[in-house]
């Protein structure tokens, strides 16, 4: 058994200042030349993989946002796949509730595997990390359509830059302002680097 206890935190007891330390900590934090899964070139990306693959760690860091959603009526977690499920179960284990997942179905986020919401159930959509907000609102959009009602969104980490278009806020552990850039005026690609592609969710061709 390894003698480091990886969820050990910082002197504080804030928990935007422990994330962000577990995330430079775990090397989930990156620097280069990166284009999200949103399309997005940026000089950062964030793998929240690296920051969950320690069990002890994801547990604490599922800990910590549930706790920032206490008093959120719930009834249970929806995450979308890939990026969402590790701290979706986390999260919804901490609040005492079931967890889904959404994965893409011909580009589209769908309920599989026998998961189903029923009408009026409370439903917390938990992600990692929120840039644009597109997965976020289609999970949100797909709890809608069954009928159930949408009592919080949360997330690690928090690097949007303008409005996400959720009914309700969004509950981050930690902001990052990064900057991200379309392809076509961001100045890596102008100064000649080609972007590494680490995202998850798949990419139109």
Known sequence: MRSDDP???????????????????????????????????????????????????????????????????????????????????????????????????DAALALRRGFALREGERVVVIEDVVTTGKSTRESVELALAAGAVISGVGAILDRSSGPLGLPVPLTALARLDLPAHPPESCPLCAAGSAPEKPGSRPRPA
């Open 7 to 105: 969820t050990k935190p910082p002197p504080t007891t804030d928990p935007a200042t422990e994330v962000l330390a577990l995330l430079e900590a775990s090397g989930a934090l990156r620097r280069g030349h990166f284009q999200l899964s949103s399309g997005l070139h940026s000089p950062a990306y964030v793998q929240c993989a690296l920051l969950l693959e320690e069990p002890r760690r994801a547990r604490r860091v599922g800990e910590l946002l549930a706790a920032r959603l206490a008093g959120v009526p719930v009834d249970s977690v929806l995450s979308p796949a890939l990026g969402g499920v590790i701290i979706g179960h986390e999260v919804a284990a901490a609040l005492g509730v079931p967890f889904r997942f959404a994965e893409r179905v």
